[in-house]
């Protein structure tokens, strides 16, 4: 039995459906959704070839989810793009950090629905043609900020505010403020240019989230690795409670960007006066680019 649930009642349906549901993933495919702790029940919907392809027992589940609240994991098959795994007890429900000796925090609204779609987004991703990027394939970096693209596109095909795909950006800077060691999953520069380039109501017109990709990818400025790692060292050194001088200086040839990026998460946590102020202070005033 197929089940398909409205992303907002997602705990509901977990317990509804005995922690096991059928979500799509486009025209053609869907994911099945787990919840850990009924594992067994939900791998036995699964047909044998897709099995095999999967952890068997909770015991390794939790060795390769590590503390995760979910894991997407691809299978291959004709109509199957993967399974989800979420163990919802272990999905964050607020985003935090600290700076300029202030604790600020962002209560992250449907954090459980958006964490699912975002993992669904993976599945999507890993469905999509090779000959967008070469036969090389794509990065763990570029994985993580398709996934956030397809979250997006799903919000705002379905209606749902735009104020949800700007929580993500937030969460996605606050990590990184926290910690640098979040960089692999700062899509924070990619979801930049996606808001930049199309209207909420533009994104929801894409009937698929492979004919999105295939317009708005050649267009894309991606970062490599070189960069991200510049990007990662100024952020180390804007945000790091321990440093103790400003370096107004540091990575100056990266800063105009960095602005850019981070300003409407300052702005949503500080206020706009307070965080005009903090970019003076960091020599990084930027106009403004926000929601």
Sequence with gaps: MHIEVGYRVLAEALFIAS??????????????????????????????????QLPSNRAQLRLQMGGRGAMAR?????????????????????????????????PLAASQQLTLIHELGHLATARL???????????????EWLADFYLVWHLAKQGEPMALAWQQY?????????????????????????????TWQQLGQFERFSTLIAEVYPHLHQYKADELNEFSSLLQQLF??????????YMFWRRPAMAQYIRPTLERM?????????????????PVHGE
């Design 170 to 198: 937030h969460k996605r800077n606050l990590a990184v403020f926290e910690s640098v060691q979040a960089m692999s999953h700062w899509t924070t520069p990619m979801l930049s240019q996606l808001l930049a380039r199309y």
């Design 19 to 52: 922690g096991w549901f059928w979500a799509p993933i486009s025209q053609t495919s869907q994911a099945l959704v787990c919840h850990t702790p009924q594992l067994e029940l939900c791998l036995a919907q699964l047909p044998s070839t897709v099995k095999r």
């Design 270 to 286: 500080m206020g706009q006066q307070a965080a005009t102020a903090w970019l003076v202070e960091q020599a990084m005033n930027s």
């Design 240 to 249: 790091d409670a321990s440093k103790l001088h400003d370096l107004p200086q």
């Design 129 to 143: 043609p090779v000959d967008y990027w070469g036969q090389e394939g794509l990065t763990p970096y570029q994985h």
């Design 74 to 106: 691809p299978v291959s098959h004709s109509s199957i793009a993967g399974v989800v795994f979420l163990s919802v007890e272990n999905i964050p429900m607020s985003s935090s950090a600290l700076w300029g000796g202030e604790v600020y925090a962002l």
